[in-house]
């Protein structure tokens, strides 16, 4: 398979051992589809620079509560990044290069943006990828607190996630442990690029909605829901060939599937 340069990239980078995958690289080579003349390394330098003057600000005894406290001061209240609830669902929210530039963003996207800064800074965090909601904490043991990027760098502690999740289904849910463990950099990804397929689809744009999947499998190979989506949407874009493929192997390894049946017909009408 032949990849565009900013796919090569991207393939390049998650093809690291996951701890050094760079998550800034990968995200903005993600952009990069979208906007063929980005540089990256601009983008790079920002958070190099905004990393610079973070440092400035930061107390000389490094607890962590204080470099959390200096890191939200200058975020959000000097620079002023913030949440885009008036638009929740645009794209630009989880293009790196368009958080940088617009100073907004979704949970993850933010939280991408105080990891970034936070490692520049020698102060390790890590994402934490709840249900419906993204979060980050500091990455030392038993460290306790959370820290809600989207709601202007909320401290939180367990029950207050708990809550958080309350707030975000408008109902009770059952909280399990796992739900604060920390999210790996490929599973971050996967996690960016579903909410870009879901946006992308949404508005009806299939084309992109595909970039989104090929990668999401790039990441993610043996995700059988993402490989029956991408040959539903090789069969609206008439990619016969593609769709029978992805189609085909969705029902080998799930013959019981609840969809088995919609997806025979699919399939017998591409081959008649």
Same mark, same amino acid.
């Given at each position: 398979?032949?990849?565009?340069?900013?796919?090569?990239?991207? &393939?390049?980078?998650?093809?690291?051992?996951?701890?050094?995958?760079?998550? /800034?690289?990968?995200?903005?080579?993600?952009?990069?589809?979208?906007?063929?003349?980005?540089? !990256?390394?601009?983008?790079?330098?920002?958070?190099?620079?905004? /990393?610079?003057?973070? /440092?400035?600000?930061? *107390?000389?005894?490094?607890?962590?509560?204080?470099?959390?406290?200096?890191?939200?001061?200058?975020? %959000?209240?000097?620079?002023?990044?913030?949440?885009?609830?008036?638009?929740?669902?645009?794209?630009?929210?989880?293009?790196?290069?368009?958080?940088?530039?617009?100073?907004?963003?979704?949970?993850?996207?933010?939280?991408?943006? &105080?990891?970034?800064?936070?490692?520049?800074?020698? %102060?390790?965090?890590?994402?934490?990828?709840? *249900?419906?909601?993204?979060? !980050?904490? *500091?990455?030392?043991?038993?460290?306790?607190?959370?820290?809600?990027?989207?709601?202007?760098?909320?401290?939180?502690?367990?029950?207050?996630?708990?809550?958080?999740?309350?707030?975000?289904?408008?109902?009770?849910?059952? %909280?399990?442990?796992?739900?604060?463990?920390?999210?790996? $950099?490929?599973?971050?990804?996967?996690?960016?690029?579903?909410?870009?397929?879901?946006?992308?689809?949404?508005?009806?744009?299939? $084309?992109?909605?595909?970039?989104?999947?090929?990668?999401? +499998? +790039?990441?993610? *190979? =043996? $995700?059988?829901?993402?490989?029956?989506?991408?040959?539903?949407? &090789? &069969?609206?874009?008439?990619?016969?060939?593609?769709?029978?493929?992805?189609?085909?192997?969705?029902?080998?390894?799930?013959?019981?599937?609840? =969809?088995?049946?919609?997806?025979?017909?699919?399939?017998?009408?591409?081959?008649?």
């Amino acid at each position: 398979m032949k990849f565009s340069l900013p796919r090569q990239r991207f &393939y390049q980078e998650i093809n690291r051992d996951d701890e050094n995958i760079d998550l /800034a690289v990968a995200a903005l080579c993600v952009a990069w589809e979208e906007y063929p003349d980005l540089d !990256i390394e601009r983008y790079l330098n920002a958070l190099d620079t905004m /990393a610079s003057e973070a /440092a400035e600000k930061l *107390p000389a005894e490094r607890y962590p509560m204080r470099v959390i406290q200096a890191l939200n001061e200058y975020l %959000f209240d000097d620079l002023g990044f913030q949440g885009n609830r008036d638009d929740y669902y645009n794209p630009q929210n989880s293009y790196l290069n368009d958080v940088i530039d617009r100073r907004l963003g979704i949970p993850i996207s933010l939280s991408l943006l &105080y990891l970034e800064i936070a490692k520049r800074l020698d %102060f390790p965090m890590v994402g934490i990828g709840m *249900p419906g909601h993204f979060i !980050i904490r *500091p990455n030392f043991e038993d460290a306790g607190i959370f820290i809600d990027v989207f709601n202007g760098g909320e401290v939180m502690f367990p029950e207050d996630c708990e809550n958080r999740l309350r707030q975000v289904y408008g109902q009770p849910i059952r %909280f399990r442990p796992e739900f604060l463990e920390p999210i790996s $950099s490929r599973l971050f990804l996967v996690r960016m690029l579903t909410n870009l397929k879901a946006v992308y689809i949404s508005k009806q744009e299939m $084309s992109k909605a595909l970039s989104a999947i090929e990668r999401i +499998l +790039l990441l993610n *190979p =043996d $995700s059988i829901m993402e490989l029956r989506d991408r040959g539903l949407l &090789y &069969y609206q874009a008439g990619r016969s060939v593609e769709a029978t493929q992805d189609l085909e192997r969705y029902l080998e390894m799930r013959p019981n599937a609840p =969809d088995a049946s919609t997806i025979q017909q699919l399939l017998e009408k591409l081959n008649n």
